[in-house]
């Protein structure tokens, strides 16, 4: 499957993965700025953003859909950052592609199951028949109904757009991210530790990772450094963006 990406600046290759339900242009700003010293893929994983949809959602596949985005790319080996269902395809391709990774960032995921925690969003997106609204702020409107939270709302219908007609349509394949749901909350399992640079940054805030998740971590990935940014939740990058880059930064610039 070839991915849709957009590439920013120069330098040594930066991977970047988003989330779920989201897309490569979370992180528009983040990537110009990380672009000043490192040559940026933002990816739109499969089901995703513009990339391709497919009744096949795991994490094995979407490791290999990056293998195949690097091969075409003719990269060798990259840094790669991955945010929450990122991270988790950041982790099973460094696993499946140690090779091809020379450090690894994982944002506010750990490598165990989940339990499932986005029914609410499932039943929004669902309830939302897009033909019905013309505007925007309509969306918002209706949405709003069963997401009280204007970010969530946010980062959820930038996965709205227009077909040529002017109507409203979904970018992401709901159907099967939620009959695939089980494949997104699964564990990454690791046959071989990795054992080079990474590093997890965590919301102080979040449930994601918790204490008792480091231990097992550290064995995954003997070198992993762990950074806790205050005040924050789950979307650490979108709200501590200049926490964020530095931490990043820090780890990728340093020896």
């Known amino acids: 499957m070839k991915l849709y990406y957009h590439v920013t600046g120069q330098g040594h290759p930066l991977v ?3 989330g779920l339900f989201g897309s490569s242009d979370n992180f528009y700003t ?3 700025y990380f672009g000043e010293k490192f040559k940026v893929y933002a990816v739109d994983q499969r089901n995703h953003g513009r990339s391709p949809h497919s009744d096949v959602f795991n994490y094995k596949v979407m490791a290999e859909d990056l293998y195949d985005l690097l091969v ?3 990269l060798s080996s990259v840094y790669l950052l991955g945010h929450s269902m990122g991270g988790k395809t ?5 696993f499946d592609y140690t090779r091809s990774v020379d450090k690894l960032i994982v944002v506010d995921i750990a490598p165990r199951a989940y339990l499932p925690q986005h029914d609410r969003i499932f039943d929004a997106l669902f309830a939302l028949t897009l033909d019905k609204y ?8 209706a949405l709003a109904e069963k997401i009280q939270e204007y970010a969530v709302r946010q980062l959820l219908l930038k ?9 409203f349509k979904w970018n992401i394949d709901i159907s099967s991210i939620h009959r695939n749901y089980e494949n997104v909350n699964a564990e990454v399992v690791c046959e071989r530790p990795f054992t080079k640079p990474a590093l997890f940054l965590r919301g102080e805030k979040s449930h994601y990772i918790l204490d008792q998740d480091l231990q097992g971590i550290q064995a995954m990935f003997p070198q992993a450094r762990f950074v806790t ?8 990058h979108a709200e501590a963006p200049q926490k964020f ?3 990043v930064m820090e780890f990728l610039t340093s020896d």
């Open 16 to 18: 970047i993965l988003h």
């Open 30 to 32: 983040l990537s110009k």
């Open 72 to 74: 075409h790319e003719g």
């Open 90 to 94: 950041a982790m099973r391709f460094a």
């Open 134 to 141: 013309r505007t925007r702020g309509e969306l918002d409107a």
């Open 159 to 167: 996965n709205v757009s227009r077909d040529d007609s002017g109507a």
């Open 229 to 236: 940014v205050e005040g924050v939740g789950h979307w650490v």
């Open 245 to 247: 880059a530095e931490q």
